[in-house]
């Protein structure tokens, strides 16, 4: 991850860590995941967030420095990857995010 332009990314309010037990990031059924990009640096940035067949799920220019939001719902359980991708200038970051719906709230 380029540190002058991707300063911090969110998943539900913590910092994203792949290697994090991804029990902390998992929503249930029609609960939304909250996806923030803290960027750096000047000018406009491009923010997307895709999934993974590709297909743009949201778009937005960022006024740099400044932060990229979008909330996702899912109506049925499963795992889905997308990827965050933001480009400024000659910059490019992108970093695959892991979304675990659950059918119900963990009962134990």
């Not at 406009?44 to 909330?71: K, M, N, Y």
């Not at 997308?82 to 490019?92: F, I, M, N, S």
């Amino acid at each position: 991850m380029s540190r002058s332009l991707v300063k911090l990314i969110r998943l539900n309010g913590l910092q994203y860590n792949p290697n994090r037990d991804p029990q902390v990031y998992r929503r249930c059924v029609n609960e939304p995941f909250r996806i923030q990009a803290v960027l750096e640096g000047t000018g406009l940035g491009r923010c997307r967030i895709s999934d993974a067949q590709g297909g743009i799920i949201s778009e937005a220019g960022v006024d740099l420095p400044g932060t990229f939001q979008h909330e996702i719902t899912y109506a049925t359980p499963g795992t889905r990857i997308v990827t965050l991708t933001v480009e400024a200038g000659d910059q490019r970051v992108s970093q695959d995010l892991r979304l675990d719906v659950l059918e119900h709230e963990w009962l134990g």
